[in-house]
């Protein structure tokens, strides 16, 4: 997993200014398919500031939430201290972080972009992860958006096409998709994701 960021900073660094890099708000997909996700143990991966799973908890869901930068979890502890929920959030990394067996109803990933052996393992790891019926959510920066001066990653290494997804989690784990898609969409989300852009977009189901 990364410890930089694309312009180059760390992500403690850009933790540590003013506000939210990205915002409070929850992310616009996450916010779309939310009614549709079980009420349980919630993972979000790669959760920085905390938008995301403090907007699950508020929810109702049991959320966890990881990272790899401190200065990120102690904000989003008092994101949902200020919101009024609680959260589990932890400092980790994705590379000794274990998904677990049968352990979550809803495991969800914005915006959390990792080199493609990490991003491969990670991503296997869900359907054994997820409970019957849980649901895995995603929505990452794909290689088009390159260039556009909006955000994301600007190594195509690290941006994900809808393909790369699909193949990761395979239909033979007992995944059925419910969304998978490839848009253009404008996204505004603080300080650093501002302006149309192009994401892969996943809702996937296990039976």
């Not at 052996?117 to 649901?135: D, F, I, Q, T």
Request: glycine share 10%.
């Amino acid at each position: 997993m990364s410890r930089i960021t694309s312009s180059g900073q760390s992500w403690d660094e850009r933790y540590a200014e003013d506000g939210f890099a990205f915002g409070t708000e929850p992310n616009d997909f996450l916010r779309e398919v939310a009614d549709r996700l079980p009420k349980g143990r919630t993972l979000c991966l790669g959760d920085g500031e905390g938008r995301n799973g403090v907007f699950l908890a508020q929810l109702g869901h049991d959320v966890v939430t990881v990272d790899l930068s401190p200065v990120g979890v102690v904000k989003a502890r008092r994101l949902a201290s200020d919101r009024g929920t609680s959260i589990d959030a932890r400092v980790a990394d994705l590379e000794t972080f274990e998904l677990g067996l049968n352990s979550w109803d809803c495991i969800v990933s914005v915006f959390c972009h990792l080199p493609p052996p990490l991003r491969h393992k990670v991503h296997s790891s869900v359907p054994a992860a997820l409970r019957s019926h849980g649901c895995f959510v995603l929505e990452a920066y794909r290689a088009a958006n390159i260039g556009r001066g909006v955000g994301g990653p600007q190594n195509p290494e690290m941006t994900v096409e809808l393909e790369d997804i699909l193949s990761d989690i395979g239909s033979s784990n007992g995944m059925t998709i419910e969304v998978g898609r490839e848009i253009e969409r404008d996204i505004v989300e603080g300080k650093y994701h501002n302006g149309t852009s192009a994401t892969t977009q996943v809702l996937a189901r296990k039976s």
